[in-house]
């Protein structure tokens, strides 16, 4: 079992930045698990956003939020990162960190039936 707690979610002007984090705690090493951002918008399906393996060597990113979201990892912290960048009003949604003891594969890191564990969700509004 992975519990996962998501934080940094809040209210911010287009054009602005966001810090997401999701802290791990759970019997299961941080470290041996590969781990997803993913949101959803009301109304919409919940949809990939970033990606990173076990190691943070790799990572892998929706193409509508390349190049100004990064994600990141910090295994002695057992953290996840999520910086946002040139935030536009249609990332306002409610973002979820999840997880998988898999190992990283690009062939699958997208798709939401991959993770095994997920947090409660953080909201991001931005505004125009």
């Known amino acids: 079992q992975v519990q996962l707690v998501e934080s940094g979610g809040g209210l911010v002007q287009a054009g602005g930045s966001l810090r997401l984090s999701c802290a791990a705690a759970s019997g299961r090493t941080f470290s041996s698990c590969a781990m997803g951002w993913f949101r959803q918008a009301p109304g919409k399906e919940r949809e990939f956003v970033a990606a990173i393996s076990r190691s943070g060597g790799s990572t892998g990113y929706a193409e509508s939020v390349k190049g100004t979201f990064t994600i990141s990892r910090d295994n002695a912290k057992n953290t996840v990162y999520l910086q946002m960048n040139s935030l536009k009003p249609e990332d306002t949604a409610v973002y979820y960190c999840?997880?998988?003891?898999?190992?990283?594969?690009?062939?699958?890191?997208?798709?939401?039936?991959?993770?095994?564990?997920w947090g409660q969700g953080t909201q991001v509004t931005v505004s125009s």
């Open positions: 999840a997880a998988t003891p898999a190992p990283y594969d690009s062939r699958w890191y997208g798709r939401r039936e991959s993770y095994d564990y």
